[in-house]
């Protein structure tokens, strides 16, 4: 079976299929990409099921080479075929985030249903870590012929880029007035952002009450205010629960386009309704 | 009781039982009662409050919590018990003594001198918040938390005691370390040892 060699990569390039739902309740995190849309248009594009087991690459260049014969392609962008010994450079770009998918998919060991690494656990993926230069990732069978099919998109993202949101569970544990702040305030992304959570500098969040609440359950997207009113949003491998109290949660579309947002792009918060299918009258 | 909707795939369920004593059982039960509900689920346990996740659209599923909450006489069944063998020999152990006002070995006679009951997993796979503590030994995070705790690690913090599963980091006072325990295999049914509602002893291997 063909093989894609690691020449260069990043700190943090794991590989990820759409993630490991289910596990919860074992403490195991939902994982998967980022940026659900790009890791999903990449796939479409050379044939695969659109939650196969891609390469995310945060930030940094990528460079590989094909031991046999690969088709890949980056984000959804035009196929590019590469003989055996060919190589390939990815160059950063103004997204943090970018998808390496190959036809066939990343054939590494299902773990708990799922092709993603969870490298806090060193859980999945390739040896349960982000790859790095001179390992050798496994290509699984390509499908016969890849239909060229619509890829999924998202507007790219405006200055500064509007996230959608919804209330949180535990604006009681807040000073009155927080949502709003955080409504009101035109937050950066800071640099200390990953996989677990994207921190957000501007402002502090008023906090009441002590810290040492007990751990309840967390979810993706999630807005955290820590001790000093810090807002953290949580990322797929955030923690399954957690002390600090959740002003709002990220949508879905909205966590792919924070994905893409660089350290010190701007970002806002606007409330959105509550989903459609939500028919509660309590 | 309160319903959120959490993020736009999940419910959120807040019993309102924050400081009753009888707490971990009783999320515990409405927890099992959903699951039978709602097998297809994924039921997260808090302390005094769950999220559901994975049932796709939300009808009824306000009736289902509410019906959950009220079903009484729900017996969970006997807890599995479990004596896991520890050195106390953390690098905290004398931070937690000079917090708490006593000596090394007070704290570990106040930590092994009693049984806990797992209330929920959080944290890291696997990770099982084990309570209640001696009051006495109630002490907060450390002030930075370290880049890396080795797996198997005994640590406390807050009104919890806890073993690390797997190394990562980590804010818990370390006091010791627990001996041949695999707390999380993902090769396992389930794959995390200690479940909620399970009763744990530490029984010290350096005695």
Known sequence: MPELLVLVAPPGATIQDAGRPGWLHAGVPPSGPLDATAHAAANLTVGNDARAAAL????????????????????????????DGAELFVPPCERAVRYVAVAGGFDVPLVL??????????????????IRAGDR????????APAPTATPTIGEPGDPAVLQVMPGPHL???????????????????????????????????????????PVPMVRGAVQVTSDGTPIVLGPDHPVTGGYPVVAVVGRASQAMLARLRAKRAVRF??????????RSR | MKIHPYGDGALYVDLEIDDAP????????????????????????????????GVGGWDDLDGIIVEAMSASG????????????????????????????????????????????????????????????????????????????????????????????????????LI?????????????DPPALLQPGDRVRFVRADA
């Open chain 1, 56 to 83: 995310e690459v945060p930030l940094g260049p990528v460079r590989i080479a094909a031991a046999g014969e690969l088709m890949l392609s980056i984000d959804g962008e035009r196929r590019v075929s590469l003989r």
């Open chain 1, 113 to 130: 249903g799922s092709r993603a690494t969870l490298a806090v656990a060193a859980l999945g993926g390739f040896e349960g870590r982000a």
């Open chain 1, 137 to 144: 990732l496994p290509i699984g069978l390509a499908r016969a």
């Open chain 1, 172 to 214: 009681h544990r807040l000073s009155p007035g927080a949502l709003e702040q955080l409504l009101a305030t035109t937050w950066q992304i800071s640099p200390r952002s990953d996989r677990v959570g994207v921190r957000l500098e501007g402002a502090a969040i008023a906090r009441r009450g002590d810290d040492r609440a007990p």
């Open chain 1, 270 to 279: 606007a409330l959105s309704e509550p989903p459609s299918t939500d028919r």
């Open chain 2, 22 to 53: 009888d707490r971990a059982d009783r999320t515990r039960n409405v927890a099992a009662s959903l699951r039978e509900r709602l097998p297809d689920g994924d039921v997260v346990i808090g302390a005094g409050s769950l999220a559901v996740f």
């Open chain 2, 74 to 173: 729900l017996v969970v069944g006997e807890p599995r018990k479990h004596e896991l063998r520890a050195i106390y020999d953390g690098p905290d152990l004398e931070d937690v003594a000079r917090l708490t006002g006593s000596s090394v070995a007070d704290v570990i006679a106040l930590h092994c001198g009693r049984e806990y009951g797992v209330e929920l997993i959080g944290f890291l796979p696997g990770f099982a918040y084990l309570a209640p503590l001696d009051p006495r030994l109630v002490v907060g995070r450390r002030a930075s938390p370290r880049p890396r705790v080795a797996p198997s690690s005994l640590a406390i913090a807050g009104a919890y005691t806890g073993i690390y599963p797997v190394g990562s980091p980590g804010g818990w006072q």
């Open chain 2, 176 to 188: 010791g370390r627990v001996l041949d325990v695999t707390l999380f295999d993902p090769g396992c």
